[in-house]
C-alpha cells in the first residue's frame, strides 16, 4: 500500500535550527530540509571566483525566511506526532528564551494548521490497548464486539494523547501491568490526561496530571469530566516542575506510580526530582524515548537511584519501568 505524506513547515530563526531539529528529532522526525537566509548571505558575501551566473531560484534564498521542513505520515501516527509537534511549539512560545525561535509559525502542505485541523480527526478510531482498555475518541461510536472493555474516553484537542502512538499505548500496557487499588499516580507532562485517567479507569484511587502548557491542562479537566472522574479525583496543575518549586510542594509526595510520557531531555532534565514525589517502592513509567536515547535515560535514572524493571519497544520507541 502507498503512504501519503504530509508535508510540515516551521517558521524560526537561523540560531535556533539546530536545537529546533534536535528537539523534533526527539518526538520521530526523521529527514530535514532547512532554508537558512543568513546562511546564503554568508555565501554571498564570501565566494571564491568569478560566477557568470547564479539561477534566479537560488537568488530569491536571500530573501527567504529560516525555515525547517519535514514530512510525517499521512495516518494515525504521523496525526499523532503532529499534536506533539504542535505541544512542542506551544512550550516554546511560552518559554523564557521564546523570541530565539522566531514565530514558529507552522504550515502544513503550504496550508495553514488550522484547516488541518479540520481532517485530523479522521485518523482516530476506537482502540484497544493492553487486556481491558478501550480507547474511544469522543465521536466515535463503540464497535458492539469491544463493549466488555473498559473504555477510556478521550477528545486530545491540540494535546498529544490520543493512543494511537506508541508511546502512549506502550505507557499504559505497562501501567496496567502495576496498578493496584488504591495507588496515588502523577501523570507529568499529561498532554490530553490519557495516562492519569487510565489508571484511575484501572482502579487507581486518584491521580494528579501536570503539564507545561495551559491548553493540555484545560484538555485534561474536560477528558477527566467525560471518563465522569470528579474533581476531588483528579488534580491538574500547569507549570514547570523543573523550575518551580512552589508547584513542587502544590504537587506533594508518596505517590505509587509516575508516568511520564514526554521526550529525553526533559525526562533527563527531571531525573533527579522524581524520586522526591515516590513512595520507597513506586514505580517509575517513562516514555517518549526515541529507541536510540533509551540506555542514555535509563543510565541517568540508574544515576538517580532507579532500577530498571523492563523496557518495551515498538516501531523505534521505547517504554520502561522502573522502581
Known amino acids: 500500500m502507498n503512504l501519503n505524506w504530509i508535508e510540515v513547515k516551521i517558521m524560526t530563526e537561523t540560531p535556533a535550527l539546530e536545537i529546533l531539529c534536535a528537539m523534533l528529532t526527539d518526538l520521530g522526525v526523521k529527514g530535514f530540509v532547512t532554508q537558512d537566509k543568513e546562511s546564503f548571505q554568508e555565501f554571498l558575501e564570501n565566494k571564491q571566483g568569478q560566477w557568470d551566473y547564479i539561477d534566479q ?9 529560516t525555515s525547517v521542513t519535514f514530512y510525517l505520515p499521512d495516518d494515525a501516527q504521523g496525526a499523532e506526532q503532529m499534536l506533539a509537534v504542535k505541544n512542542l511549539l506551544e512550550q516554546l512560545k511560552i518559554a523564557e528564551n521564546a523570541g530565539f525561535f522566531g514565530s514558529l509559525e507552522l504550515f502544513t502542505n503550504s496550508v495553514k494548521e488550522d484547516d488541518w485541523a479540520n481532517n485530523w480527526k479522521q485518523y482516530f478510531k476506537p482502540l484497544p490497548v493492553g487486556k481491558n482498555l478501550l480507547i474511544k475518541p469522543s465521536w466515535e461510536e463503540i464497535p458492539e464486539e469491544q463493549n466488555q472493555r473498559i473504555i477510556l474516553e478521550i477528545d486530545p484537542a491540540s494535546s498529544f494523547g490520543t493512543g494511537q502512538h506508541h508511546t502512549t499505548r506502550l505507557c499504559l500496557e505497562l501501567l496496567e501491568e502495576v496498578i493496584q487499588k488504591q495507588d496515588k499516580i ?58 518551580d518549586s512552589g508547584l513542587r510542594e502544590k504537587i506533594g509526595g508518596d505517590y505509587n506510580l509516575i508516568c511520564a510520557n514526554i521526550v529525553a531531555d526533559v525526562l533527563i532534565a527531571m531525573a533527579g526530582l522524581f524520586r522526591g514525589f515516590l513512595k520507597p517502592d513506586g514505580y517509575l513509567i517513562v516514555s517518549g524515548i526515541i529507541s536510540e536515547r533509551a540506555d542514555e535515560v535509563i543510565s541517568v535514572l540508574e544515576q538517580n537511584g532507579f532500577v530498571k524493571i523492563k523496557m518495551q519497544e515498538r516501531d523505534g520507541w521505547a517504554a520502561v519501568l522502573l522502581n
Open 186 to 243: 502523577l501523570d507529568l507532562g499529561c498532554g490530553s490526561g490519557i495516562l492519569s485517567i487510565g489508571g484511575i479507569l484501572l482502579g487507581a484511587e486518584s491521580a494528579t496530571a501536570v503539564d507545561i502548557v495551559e491548553n493540555s491542562v484545560r484538555t485534561a479537566v474536560e477528558n477527566a469530566g467525560k471518563n465522569h472522574i470528579p474533581p476531588e479525583q483528579y488534580r491538574v496543575y500547569c507549570g514547570d516542575i523543573c523550575q
Open 57 to 65: 531560484d537560488l537568488m530569491g534564498l536571500a530573501d527567504c525566511q
